[in-house]
């Protein structure tokens, strides 16, 4: 699904310029559940950003399920973004004039399809992250655990092959965290690939695959070269308290 060789992302303000992946390789097949932990700064974003053809490299190769990503026009990385990647971030970013059936048919307004297929792909989505009784709901009328399976309805409606979710737990208790993690297993049991940033360890534990980041470079966890963490991802709202 993912394939990445030598990647370079420079970002270049006037005063600094920020190598945030430097030689950045990573493979990911169909159908993996990875999860994605590193000090903040350490790339964990960018990696996403660029892996969901939001943001540019600078050097190196990527193929996204075949396609060579630095051949691609705006057009199709357009087009492949919306029909092969769903987005879950840690603060929802639902549109608060939209209600939750207008909010989850974002991704489909680009498709030429019948509203009907659009319809039912809404109330499918809806149906598994448990909201149909929420659907003319506004996101203010909701639990921040409801927004965040608004987004996840939001980003499986279109039926990506894969979902990039950035740190989407980040906001929410353990309980919700959890759930929202039961959603993404489930969704990753259809046969979507998965990628999730989390600083929560418990919860990357739960991914067959976990991979590390540090300095914008893939830590081999074999060789336990994983520093230990700088807060205990335990303990609930650890987000805010952390300090580095
Ligand atoms: N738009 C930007 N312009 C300049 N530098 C940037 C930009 N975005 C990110 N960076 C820098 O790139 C590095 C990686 O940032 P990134 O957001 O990928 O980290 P992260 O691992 O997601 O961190 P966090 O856990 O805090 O979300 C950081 O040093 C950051 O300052
Ligand atoms: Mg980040």
Redesign the pocket.
Do not use: R
């Given at each position: 699904m993912i394939q990445m060789q030598s990647i370079q992302k420079i970002?270049r303000?006037e005063h600094v310029e920020?190598h945030?992946l430097s030689g950045f390789n990573l493979s990911i097949a169909p159908g993996e559940f990875v999860s994605l932990m590193?000090?903040?700064?350490?790339?964990?974003?960018?990696?996403l950003n660029v892996a969901g053809l939001l943001d540019s490299f600078d050097g190196g190769t990527y193929r996204l399920d075949g396609d060579d990503v630095s051949r691609l026009g705006d057009r199709q990385m357009s087009r492949i973004r919306n029909e092969k990647i769903g987005f879950i971030f840690q603060t929802f970013n639902l549109i608060p004039d939209l209600d939750v059936y207008d909010n989850v048919d974002v991704p489909l307004r680009y498709r030429r399809l019948p509203a009907a297929a659009r319809r039912e792909r809404i109330e499918e989505a809806l149906e598994i992250v448990g909201l149909t009784s929420r659907i003319h709901h506004y996101p203010a009328q909701l639990s921040g655990g409801q927004q965040q399976r608004v987004a996840v309805a939001r980003a499986v409606v279109g039926t990506p092959k894969l979902i990039l979710a950035?740190?989407p737990t980040g906001n929410l208790d353990s309980a919700m965290a959890n759930e929202i993690m039961d959603l993404l297993e489930k969704i990753n049991d259809l046969g979507t690939t998965v990628v999730i940033?989390t600083?929560d360890s418990e919860l990357a534990a739960r991914a067959p695959r976990q991979i590390y980041?540090l300095d914008?470079r893939l830590v081999d966890l074999e060789k336990d070269e994983r520093p230990a963490p700088l807060f205990n991802p335990a303990e609930n709202g650890s987000r805010q308290a952390q300090s580095y």
């Open positions: 970002y303000t920020t945030a590193g000090p903040s700064g350490s790339g964990k974003t960018t990696l950035d740190e940033v600083h980041l914008g």
